[in-house]
């Protein structure tokens, strides 16, 4: 069974820094796309960031130069690496994970953000940015 746990979130004041961690488990993670998602209170579940199975990135244009996603495919791990974050970044923040048969770069470019296109999600880790 695939597992995703998601570390690294935090209280912190805006202009600072983070990285999240997601750690995988129960299946072969360089076969998987990967995706990082957000989760505001009383708003919907967004995309942020995805990493494709070759390493390509794809970012909502809210974190476009700010956010860093990255993966150690040795370590089973994606990362999350956020500068410069800003009050409207708090939010939860979960990975996500989707086996990449029938996923080329027609999907990446225009589904790799969607919510459902993902089967397994981690619990979350908060990060909450004080102005």
């Known amino acids: 069974q695939v597992q995703l746990v998601e570390s690294g979130g935090d209280s912190v004041q805006a202009g600072g820094s983070l990285r999240l961690s997601c750690a995988v488990s129960?299946?072969?993670?360089?076969?998987?796309?990967m995706a990082w998602f957000r989760q505001a209170p009383g708003k919907e579940r967004e995309g942020v960031a995805a990493?494709?199975?070759?390493?390509?990135?794809k970012y909502i244009n809210s974190v476009k130069g700010r956010f860093t996603s990255s993966k150690d495919n040795a370590k089973n791990t994606l990362y999350l690496q956020m500068n410069s974050l800003k009050p409207e970044d708090t939010a939860m923040y979960y990975c996500?994970?989707?086996?990449?048969?029938?996923?080329?770069?027609?999907?990446?470019?225009?589904?790799?953000?969607?919510?459902?296109?993902?089967?397994?999600w981690g619990q979350g880790t908060q990060v909450t940015v004080t102005s």
């Open positions: 996500a994970a989707t086996h990449s048969d029938g996923r080329g770069a027609w999907w990446f470019a225009l589904r790799s953000l969607n919510t459902g296109e993902y089967n397994y």
């Open positions: 990493i494709s199975i070759d390493g390509s990135t």
């Open positions: 129960g299946h072969i993670f360089s076969m998987y796309s």
